[in-house]
């Protein structure tokens, strides 16, 4: 069962145009969630994040909407630049029966091609 | 900050030999630290997790295993690979924010 769901596994987009990456998840759980950028044989880095009690959240180029009804994620990059071509990964995470948020859940990774 | 050092960078090991992959953390102390693995096409599955020295939880049943024998230093080890545990692995630490490593890109022949 698969709780954190990126459904497109690529997006292509023009250098200057707008990107957005969707994710959706299942658990109502979730309450902090997370994106990260992984290039090639290189480990993910972490980009932005959203806590459950915002429904924005932005830093410079990059913006994360969270629809908590819908239980949907997007990120958005504007305006996309060719170095933003890497993979996207979504991940969430809920507290435990201890009340710590102990481990994340990630999607299976949206890659995005900004061209020149 | 915190910095996960991973290695090797690539292996390529034959089916039926053992494995192991060591990863140490620095900057922090008590951290909780993971493996993943990303498979080919695929995103990324986690596989172990420890919350402290010796304290290990499997996420999915597997050829694998993991150790905290020290409290940054996380090693992932197989007894005989199979094919199947071809992917790229990586060790990341921290919860809210995770660091990861540079990655393990590991090749069953």
């Known amino acids: 069962d698969q709780q954190v769901k990126q459904n497109s596994p690529s997006l292509s987009v023009q250098e200057g145009r707008i990107s957005i990456l969707n994710c959706d998840y299942t658990n109502s759980m979730f309450d902090y969630f997370l994106w990260y950028k992984k290039y090639p044989a290189e480990g993910p880095t972490f980009l932005i994040s959203?806590?459950?009690?915002?429904d924005k959240n932005e830093d410079g180029r990059f913006t994360v909407f969270l629809n908590k009804s819908a239980k949907h994620l997007s990120l958005h990059i504007v305006p996309s630049q060719p170095g933003d071509s890497a993979v996207y990964f979504c991940a969430a995470s809920g507290k435990n029966s201890g009340g710590s948020n102990y481990k994340l859940t990630f999607g299976k990774g949206t890659l995005l091609t900004v061209n020149p | 900050s915190q910095t996960i050092h991973q290695w090797p960078a690539t292996l390529v090991q034959p089916v039926g030999s053992p494995l192991s992959l060591e990863c140490t953390v620095e900057?922090?102390?008590?951290?909780?630290l993971y493996w993943y693995r990303q498979a080919a096409g695929r995103g990324l599955q986690l596989l172990f997790y420890s919350v402290g020295i010796g304290q290990i939880s499997s996420e999915v049943p597997q050829n694998l295993s993991a150790s905290r024998p020290q409290d940054r230093q996380f090693i992932l080890s197989s007894k005989k690979l199979l094919l199947s545990d071809s992917g790229f692995y990586l060790c990341?630490?921290?919860?809210?924010?995770?660091?990861f490593g540079s990655g393990t890109r590991l090749t069953v022949v």
């Open positions: 959203i806590s459950s009690i915002k």
């Open positions: 990341a630490s921290g919860t809210s924010r995770s660091t």
């Open positions: 900057g922090t102390s008590n951290p909780n």
